[in-house]
């Protein structure tokens, strides 16, 4: 029986590849195309200089010199060294000043960060509406211009024409009737902290509750499984994952508050008497009140440097955290 035979197929011959490309050359970068990227931040970082630190450091220098309103128009102000701090070092109203200040940046933070912390917790536990409207309304509060919000609290608190005294009056409270709020100095004490607070819950707040959605839930799930209650799942859960977002937010309140002055410049220019008077307030109206820039220019270096002192503690709590957790 005959037997197949396969043909038998040609050898193939291995597929010769193409000869590889010589790779191309790069060209060395010029300096000229190194230097293009500074080149296009260079406006940026000039505008930042001349609109930050060069008014900082002509602060600096006015406050080392008798710099009245004679030099302001001619320009040649001659350098006294610390004369003008020790001046200002033995004033008895820059002391009282400094401890009115303490004290108002001390009711304010602490308000706004219990209030925010509970707004924060109640936003948490929202359904998504309520939650929508509740972080719209905040935003809005947040974005209300600082002058705008300013005019519509002395129009609240209006003698005649105010309406928490038209409430007060309609409650059977008659002695609020045509009350003048701000010719008492701790009512228009109290009526500004209100008006901060109100300004910077929101910020406090929206930012709080964004940290709290980075809580793992699964903690709170273990915590209530251990019989923890509710008080104490924050103090051992939420505000340990917190403390971090809760310093930051801190020392951003301290600066804000520390230098508030447009809320009480356009309110009360620090009145009635000093009820009001704070460090910024202090330094503008010794600047324009005597005509002498050079104290207004020191006492705003004595301002910037406790506002660095609060920023010097943050950073180093800050540090020392980063270092226990590695």
Known sequence: MPVAVEPTSAPRTPRQRPAPRPAARRKPAGRAHGLWPYALIAPAIGGMLYLLVYPLVRAVLISFQDFRLRQLISGNAEFVGLRNYRTLLADPRFWEVVRRTFLFMAVNVVLIMVIATLVALMVERLRRVGRTVVLCSLVLAWAMPVVAATTVFQWLFHSEFGIVNWALTSL???????????ANGTAAFAILVTLIVWQSVP?????????????????YESARLDGAGAGRIFRSVTFPMLRPIFLLVFSLEVIWTFKAFVQIWVMTRGGPGDATTILPVYAMQTALSSQRYDLGSAASMVTVVLMSGVLVLYFRQMFRQEDETR
Do not use: Q
Request: hydrophobic content about 50%.
């Open 203 to 219: 910020f406090a707040a929206i930012t709080l509750y964004s940290a709290l959605t980075t809580v793992p839930l699964e903690l």
């Open 172 to 182: 059977g409270l008659d002695s609020f009737e045509r009350y003048p709020w701000f």
